[in-house]
């Protein structure tokens, strides 16, 4: 008997565990995590530009960047294609 309570006692208790701590992860929407990212890479350029490095050190930058956001799971090839024109422009 009071093993069967001793087994409902930590059921119920890793049950309520295991409901708390899932709904305690923050997850955020994918459109959300773009615009994350996007606003990531403007503001390393910007960054970068501020401390007036050389055009050649840009371009390197803006390859770098480039190469991020083609291993990105979040952006197509179209997307990456806009967001570099975008960061060029800065």
Known sequence: MEQILF???????GVFLFYFTKQS???KPSHIKKDELIFSYEKRVKDFISKK???EEKILLIKTIHK???NN?????????QIILRLTSL
């Open 7 to 13: 087994i409902i006692v930590f059921t119920m208790i």
């Open 25 to 27: 992860k923050n997850i």
């Open 53 to 55: 490095h050389s055009k």
């Open 68 to 70: 991020e956001l083609h």
């Open 73 to 81: 799971i979040f952006f197509d090839d179209e997307e990456t294609k």
